[in-house]
């Protein structure tokens, strides 16, 4: 049989640790990670074999794509929705991405949650308990072959977002304006969930068009030729369909204008930024639009085109280069990262949006690699420095501790989870102005941090993010000068950032004590850096252009191949052209993107070492470009993007405010202000009173004259029932009371016979059967 | 040959001895003893009855050969019974076994 039918094997295992852990292994913390790990790791080798399975399976009659049903699925009336799986180059690579990077940050997560430790999370097991879950949703997205599975494990994937942003809901901080993790868990939901309603009027869209939601059927050439040319609402309805469900994109993929989400996402742990807020839920967004790229590329691309650039490939860009010019002045080490996981969810983007397809996919693997190891290693950071506080702090606090202050500092801990509160004030531990010098103390997590940093800046040649993104340029370059350039100069910021990020965490001299202090941390955590850092340089090979000068050739551009065929063999009609277009461009090689990307990339460092790497910051020092636009009066401009532009506050007075307003004007408009009464409260009192007034008219006439009748009836009832009293007590009475006394008496008489001893009664029946014989002759004797 | 009536006359005898001894004795086992002898009895009508009226056929032998079964039966029961009364009540008197009685 064909093994590409178990791919629904592969979400199967995280769902079954998911459920142990929910129901049995929660009391053991070992035992639920391991559950947790081998569900994973069964995940990953079931994932191993669909993707080796597939990536040799022969290309069949332009048909790349393995699907196989499972089972009728949704049966509501006469419609049918079957579920089964559809294993095709994009769910093959996107296979072979999940369960790795899962598996890595799993393993990081033991370390992380300070496994085997006294200061082991309270609430261990339930974060692998959510981990499994997560898994089990992303795996389920991939491999299954129709929209609303799709939907479902996209939306399981949203819950557990929320669950592990406030993952520390107990936690809060001193300062009231910033975000606790419970309210960031919320607002993520919240925001996601605005553009999943897009995603879900898409499928409904898409149903009420194709009346199937399978991939099989809405990629059929006849179908997107159908939904081409269907007119709908001003346009057609792959236009429609297409924006629609770009919008969950945007949700998820945090792309402008609900970007605000991304950030905040930060106050979970780090192993859960690292795997759902960077490498693959949020990829999922990108995921979708690979996943649906027939559709958008029959959709009418010129609606709603910015100067000519497609609407898609517009936000793509302007996402790109708006969040990575924020993440310039970010502070927070994890802040940083999460615009530049925004930034570079734009290039993807971006670059579906011109019709790269390939480029798109590829920069989603390889990015997912790099920026989970950049996550991980960022934890690894904050960890150490945390507990070089903590070392510090039981120092300065020991004897403190020791008269009685113990109990109350262990549940203080237990409580806040890792943030660290004392009387001196807080202390954070993601501030990158609380560290610098860590390279001498943490040197795994310095060198792979490094690597990952270089891949995301597209350090040439050598990193994955190099080959992805300067794919991604190239086709730009070709295709639309204006993307080129916006993706361009928001690489060169990206290379910028990054090395300010490495310069303010790893050099110079540690800028305050916790710095100076910070352990390595656990292998737990450092062997798994070490594993992503080795796929964030060689998975790049995978995708090196055949035309590349020198070294293009000697691997096979394997990437393009695989995951190319199907756009190449899904060409119709409309599609065509952009494919077409594309298909061309891919195989000629063009130098002037080569160039320009190498300059961007090397630039953007060289500038970044330059501004921080050759005097580094000593304590207490402003940031030097933050100084710089404040000499030259742009000091509001860096304000600005510190504080994300405003955006959360815009939202805030637009959005949030305006609505809670409106629910008070309701509540004003039911209820009243306080003491008096509101509309609909009045009305419905004033109801009440007429009321009363009318059913104490009715109680009067009750009264006076039901009630006369009434009783007029009840002595009538009284006087004949008096009557019938008497006849009662004689006549019936007299009977009833016969027929007992008689029978009781008959009882009196007969009891002597019963006296319990069988002999009587045989006695008795011997006589009676005398009696009866003597009966008989007598009888006999009379009739003759 | 001894006439029929004779032996209807003894086996009557017999019943009646035995009817006397199952409504009168007050030991369980003689009871028993007597329930055998009305058995006996019948068996005695039986073997005359075949005798005199039916000496081809093999009826009255073949019935008298059941009772004798299940007379034999009746009696390991009963005995059964009367040992584990006595076990339990130390008496095998009728009158003082009388457990069922309200």
């Not at chain 1, 609303?148 to 669950?163: N, P, Q």
């Not at chain 1, 734009?346 to 190891?373: P, S």
């Not at chain 1, 340029?473 to 916006?486: D, G, I, K, M």
């Amino acid at each position: 049989m064909e093994i590409l039918n178990l791919a629904w094997l592969i979400p199967l295992f995280p769902a079954l640790a998911f459920v142990a852990i929910a129901l049995f292994t929660y009391r053991s913390r070992a035992l639920s990670h391991w559950v947790t790990i081998s569900g994973i790791g069964l995940a990953f080798l079931a994932a191993q074999v669909v993707f080796w399975r597939a990536v040799t399976l022969p290309v069949k009659g332009g048909e790349h794509a393995f699907e196989s049903a499972i089972a009728p699925w949704v049966i509501a009336g006469v419609e049918r929705l079957g579920i089964g799986v559809y294993v095709d180059p994009a769910s093959t690579i996107m296979l072979f991405m999940v369960p790795l990077v899962c598996m890595m940050i799993f393993i990081y997560s033991v370390g992380y949650m300070n496994f085997g430790t006294p200061e082991v999370d309270p609430r261990y097991s339930r974060f692998f308990c959510y981990l499994s879950l997560f898994a089990m949703g992303m795996l389920g997205m991939v491999v299954f072959n129709n929209l609303l599975a799709f939907f479902i494990f996209w939306e399981i994937m949203g819950t557990c977002s929320y669950l592990l942003i406030g993952f520390w809901y107990d936690k809060s901080y001193p300062d009231p304006d910033k975000i606790t993790p419970k309210e960031a868990g919320l607002k993520a939901f919240i925001v996601t969930k605005i553009g999943d309603l897009f995603f879900m009027l898409g499928l409904a869209l898409l149903y009420a068009q194709v009346g199937s939601l399978a991939y099989h059927d809405i990629f059929a050439p006849e179908t997107l030729d159908q939904l081409a040319h269907t007119q709908f609402l001003g346009s057609t309805a792959a236009t429609w369909i297409a924006l629609l469900l770009f919008g969950g994109t945007v949700g998820k993929s945090a792309q402008f204008p609900l970007h605000v989400w991304l950030p905040d996402a930060m106050e979970g742990p780090t192993p859960v930024s690292a795997l759902i807020h960077a490498a693959t839920m949020v990829s999922a967004g990108v995921f979708l639009v690979v996943r649906t790229f027939p559709i958008f590329q029959v959709a009418n691309a010129s609606v709603l085109a910015v100067g000519g650039i497609p609407f898609v490939a517009f936000i793509g860009a302007f996402t790109a280069i708006f969040s990575s010019i924020m993440a310039i002045a970010q502070d927070d080490i994890k802040g940083v990262l999460a615009f530049s996981t925004i930034s570079q969810l734009g290039y993807m983007v971006a670059a579906l949006g011109i019709g790269a397809y390939v480029a798109g996919a590829f920069h989603l693997i390889t990015h997912a690699f790099f920026k989970a190891l950049l996550f991980l290693g960022s934890g690894s950071v904050i960890h150490g420095v945390e507990h070089g506080h903590h070392i510090i702090h039981e120092h300065a606090h020991g004897e403190h501790a020791a008269h009685g202050g113990a109990d109350k500092h262990g549940r203080h801990e237990e409580q806040e989870g890792h943030s660290h509160e004392d009387v001196e004030g807080w202390f954070n531990p993601n501030d990158m102005k609380n560290m610098g010098g860590l390279a001498k103390r943490m040197p795994r997590t310095f060198w792979t941090f490094l690597i990952g940093g270089l891949a995301l800046s597209g350090f040439p040649l050598f990193t994955a993010g190099f080959w992805s993104k300067d794919e991604i340029l190239a086709q730009a370059f070709e295709l639309s000068p204006a993307v080129f350039w916006t993706l361009g100069i928001a690489a060169g910021i990206t290379a910028f950032y990054t090395m300010r990020q490495i310069c303010l965490t790893f050099l110079g001299k540690p800028r305050t004590e916790a710095a100076e202090h910070a352990p390595e941390s656990v292998s737990w955590m450092t062997v798994p850096l070490i594993i992503l850092a080795i796929f964030a340089v060689s998975l790049g090979w995978a995708g090196i252009p055949e035309h590349f000068p020198v070294i293009g050739g000697i691997v096979p551009n394997w990437f393009h191949h695989f995951v190319g065929a199907t756009i190449e063999t899904a060409e119709s009609g409309h599609a065509a052209r952009v494919a077409g277009h594309f298909a061309e461009t891919a195989h000629g090689f063009v130098w002037q993107p080569l160039v320009l990307s190498v300059v961007f990339a090397l630039g953007g460092l060289g500038l970044g070492w330059l501004v921080y790497g050759r005097r580094p910051l000593v304590a207490g020092e402003m940031d030097p470009v933050e100084g710089a636009m404040r000499n030259v009066g742009l000091g509001w401009l860096y304000e600005a993007m510190a504080n994300r532009f405003y955006f959360d506050e815009l939202y805030q007075a637009v959005i949030v405010r305006p609505s809670i307003w409106l629910a008070d004007m309701f509540d004003a408009f039911d209820y009243g202000k306080s003491g008096g009464h509101g509309v609909v409260d009045g009305a419905v009192m004033a109801l009440g009173s007429i009321g009363k007034l009318m059913s104490e008219v009715s109680g009067w006439v009750d009264d006076k004259v039901v009630d006369g009748l009434v009783d007029l009836a009840g002595s009538a009832g009284v006087l004949l029932s008096n009557g019938f009293n008497g006849f009662d007590i004689k006549v019936i009475d007299g009977a009833v009371n016969g027929v007992g006394k008689a029978v009781k008496g008959g009882g009196k008489a007969v009891r002597p016979i019963q006296t319990g001893k069988l002999q009587d009664y045989l006695l008795l029946a011997s006589f009676a059967v005398l009696a009866l014989i003597l009966t008989f002759f007598v009888i006999l004797y009379l009739q003759i | 040959m001894v006439p029929l009536e004779w032996y209807l006359v003894l086996a009557a005898a017999l019943f009646c001895v035995g009817t006397y001894g199952v409504l009168a004795r007050r030991n369980a086992i003689a009871v028993l003893m007597s329930v055998e002898l009305m058995l006996n009895a019948v068996n005695i009508n039986l073997v005359a009855f075949w005798r005199h009226l039916e000496p081809g056929g093999a009826t009255g032998q073949a019935f008298a050969l059941f009772v004798y079964v299940v007379a034999a039966a009746e009696a390991a029961v009963g005995l059964a019974l009367v040992i584990a009364i006595w076990r339990s009540q130390r008496t095998v008197v009728l009158e003082d076994i009388n457990l069922l009685k309200g």
